[in-house]
């Protein structure tokens, strides 16, 4: 980030952001757009590292940002987290495979860091940029969901005797025998990233915590009660900003309550469409990848589907319920409409943050169960579905837009100050 204004004299600031998410079109990309604007109106020159260049000349609207390509591991396939326990797991699989990769994806966030000469970056859940960020001075801002950033343990400290397994998930339970694995885990972790530090000539890491407690600021995009390891106390809640609009939804009819659904193509989407079908209601469906063997044999005069995405924003305040696969964005924006919600989570950042809500406002299905008529049934009956997700809404207060743009601002001006 470099000011405009006192280019002359050489005050520069510079921020360089960094963000790994594949989503540019509906989530993680958007929540960058408040501090870019609060930076460029400060007069900050600013850099943005992305892992998929496209949608971002539709998001960020022609803002005068340079734009770089971030280093990301590519050709890396899905895999089942089911057996993941911990952030750990996460990480080992995803981010830091091997020793080779790693001190490859490490020198190239460091030569794109002293390309740059930042005097702040800010990371959208970059892990691999976070280590290799770690010897550097700058100032650094944490921006993401609540699994984006991990929680943080106070008792986790350098590796001592003692200390807690790092960020196990909310699933697992911590039994003695699970928490010594887990820190097994963590050993393994941690000496494979400082071994490729100590190859770059670089100071180890203490702990797997010192990834994350570098930071000088953690902005939460979501509420304490949507977070995915639950409420915390040392972040900063930002909320969720509105999602970029799009066209108006067209439902089928109007004499019924209308269902939305934002989906795969899943094992069991057949038996979903099925008990939609035999409902009473009119359903607006977006699936990604749809069968044309499914849209031809379920499109009827109740079930329409659509291939464009719609307002979400609109599509909250007309309907009765919604079924999607948990995506903190979608979610968040039919949790703070009070919509009661089927979520079929896909891997577990969406369980997580579906158990969130689940017993609640929200009824949680499987990919492959036989059917949901009864979870339809529920949403359609219920009432303390819809009494408990008024009552969440209420927890969510509307984006503050200019109370935001204050705090981002403020918090700028401090950690950029001669």
């Known amino acids: 980030m470099q000011n405009r204004d006192s280019e002359v004299c050489g005050d520069y600031r510079k921020l360089f952001l960094g963000n790994l998410c594949k989503d540019t079109r509906l ?6 757009r408040l501090p870019i604007d609060v930076a460029l109106a400060q007069g900050h020159r600013v850099f943005l590292a992305v892992r998929e260049l496209v949608g971002v000349p539709e998001v960020l609207a022609g803002l005068p940002v340079t734009l770089l390509q971030a280093p990301f ?11 993941y326990a911990s952030y750990t797991h996460l990480l080992g699989k995803q981010c830091f495979g091997g020793m080779a990769d790693l001190t490859a ?18 990371f959208v ?3 691999t940029a976070l280590v290799a960020a770690h010897a550097y001075p700058f100032k650094k801002v944490l921006l993401g969901s609540g699994f984006e950033i991990p929680p943080v343990s106070a008792d986790d400290t350098a590796g001592t005797v003692g200390a807690l397994p790092f960020a196990p998930f909310p699933t697992t339970q911590l039994t003695a025998d ?14 494979l990233i400082n071994a490729a530090l100590c190859q770059l000539g670089l100071p180890a890491l203490p702990g797997l915590d010192a990834i994350y407690t570098q930071a000088d600021a953690k902005w939460l995009t979501t509420w304490p009660a949507l977070g995915h390891f639950g409420a915390r106390d040392a972040e900063h809640y930002l909320g969720l900003a509105p999602l970029p609009g799009c066209a108006a939804p067209v439902w089928p009819v109007a004499d019924v309550p209308r269902v939305f659904g934002y989906l795969l193509n899943f094992p069991s989407l057949p038996q979903l469409l099925r008990d939609l079908q035999a409902a009473n209601v009119s359903a607006l469906l977006y699936v990604k990848r749809l069968p044309l063997a499914l849209r031809q044999t379920f499109s009827s005069q109740r079930i329409r589907f659509t291939d464009d995405l719609v307002d979400l924003a609109q599509v909250a305040s007309q309907c009765a319920w919604a079924v999607h696969h948990g995506n903190h964005s979608t979610m968040a924006t039919f ?8 979520i079929i989570p896909c891997h577990q950042e969406q369980l997580f943050a579906a158990l969130r809500l689940t017993g609640h ?8 169960q036989p059917g949901f008529a009864a979870a339809i049934a529920a949403l359609q009956t219920n009432a303390a579905l819809r009494q408990n997700a008024a009552h969440l809404a209420r927890q969510c207060a509307p984006f503050d837009l200019a ?8 918090v700028f001006e401090r950690l950029l100050k001669k």
């Open 27 to 32: 989530g993680h990309l958007s929540h960058l």
């Open 73 to 83: 591991m590519q050709g890396v396939e899905s895999q089942d987290q089911s057996a």
């Open 105 to 122: 994806y490490l020198r190239a966030w460091r030569t794109l860091f002293d390309l740059v000469q930042p005097d702040l970056v800010l």
């Open 125 to 127: 859940h970059s892990p």
């Open 178 to 191: 699970v928490v010594a694995r887990l820190k097994r885990d963590d050993a393994r972790l941690l000496a």
């Open 335 to 342: 949790m703070q409409a009070g919509v009661p919600q089927l």
């Open 361 to 368: 406002c929200a009824v949680m299905g499987y990919q492959d």
């Open 403 to 410: 109370g935001n743009t204050a705090y981002v601002g403020s």
